[in-house]
T-cell receptor
């Protein structure tokens, strides 16, 4: 049963530190999404990749966040420097086609102190 | 900006009861999806509705897309503790990839 995997599952760090979150999309999926979930804002799209190319990062704070896909099996989301307001659950999702089903990973729970 | 409002935010009911949750917007969506999210996990897609007025059934769950494709409802018959979770609606609007999510309805079904 193919699943999206994310590491780490939990991360506690101090303000100002760099945070890197990793995602392995389902093999054969060519779309990858990064979302952030908070109680106040719900689920928000941060970045979207198709065939490893970044097509939309309008939801991401540009000065501190960056998203990449070094290869088809790995997507990364980095925050540098991290701030307490970045505390949230970050989800990666992958899919076969635009508009189709998105399969979510279990999330990375980030706490920035 | 497209927004989806879900109501109620919280719902706590007894096993066996029926319930309906709503997802409303002033915007038109090309399709609407419903997800269920359990604690510590990511959302899992339940259904996609595409046509205005469409009704889809998934066992005890009935999903309806409004005629104008601006709203949707989820009805659960004879709720069970296993139905407990956060129910999210998400609309596909101006782009063919960007989902707009509602904030969800947190359902608790007590045995």
């Amino acid at each position: 049963d193919a699943r999206v995997t994310q590491t780490p599952r939990h991360k506690v760090t101090e303000m100002g530190q760099e945070v890197t979150m990793r995602c392995q999309p389902i093999l054969g999926h060519n779309t990858v999404f990064w979302y952030r979930q908070t109680m106040m804002q719900g689920l928000e799209l941060l970045a979207y990749f198709r065939n490893r190319a970044p097509l939309d990062d309008s939801g991401m704070p540009k000065d501190r966040f960056s998203a990449e896909m070094p290869d088809a099996t790995l997507a990364t989301l980095k925050i540098q420097p991290s701030e307490p307001r970045d505390s949230a659950v970050y989800f990666c999702a992958s899919g076969r086609a635009e508009g189709g089903t998105q399969y979510f990973g279990p999330g990375t729970r980030l706490l920035v102190l | 900006t497209q927004l989806l409002e879900q109501s109620p935010q919280f719902l706590s009911i007894q096993e066996g009861e029926n319930l309906t949750v709503y997802c409303n917007s002033s915007s038109v969506f090309s399709s609407l999806q419903w997800y269920r999210q359990e604690p510590g996990e990511g959302p899992v897609l339940l259904v996609t509705v595409v046509t205005g007025g469409e009704v889809k059934k998934l066992k005890r769950l009935t999903f309806q897309f409004g005629d104008a494709r601006k709203d949707s409802s989820l009805h659960i018959t004879a709720a069970q503790p296993g139905d407990t979770g956060l129910y999210l609606c998400a609309g596909l609007g101006g782009s063919n990839y960007k989902l707009t999510f509602g904030k969800g309805t947190l359902l608790t079904v007590n045995p």
